[in-house]
């Protein structure tokens, strides 16, 4: 299995931006369809964004839609979700997650690799 590790998470406030990176290692990158999810306190985990293998297809909830963007750089075996105009509702633990074969893109089931998870506060 590949290990997945986020970073770039941190306290911002309404209207502001951070970029979030998840860097694998142990398999190739491009081998994964990726997603983020996120889960805040008392809540079920969420879909956020998926980018497929080579980058050509992405996918985004509608709360998101206009404010984020996926992205990956698969020789630096690194994805990435760039949040613009954040807001308080987007408060939530964020995380990577990889999956070799099919499946629903936005269903957490279908992924079998999951990094620890990165912090996003956004301060109103």
């Known amino acids: 299995q590949v290990q997945l590790v986020e970073s770039g998470g941190g306290l911002v406030q309404a209207g502001g931006s951070l970029r979030l990176s998840c860097v694998a290692s142990g398999r190739t990158l491009s081998m994964y369809f990726m997603g983020w999810f996120r889960q805040a306190p008392g809540k079920e985990r969420e879909f956020v964004a998926a980018i497929s293998w080579s980058g050509d297809y992405t996918y985004y909830t509608n709360s998101v839609k206009g404010r984020f963007i996926i992205s990956r750089d698969n020789t630096k075996n690194t994805v990435y979700l760039q949040m613009n105009s954040l807001k308080p509702e987007d408060t939530a633990a964020y995380y990577c997650?990889?999956?070799?074969?099919?499946?629903?893109?936005?269903?957490?089931?279908?992924?079998?690799?999951w990094g620890q998870g990165t912090q996003v506060t956004v301060s109103s």
């Open positions: 997650a990889g999956r070799l074969g099919g499946g629903d893109y936005a269903k957490d089931e279908s992924y079998a690799s």
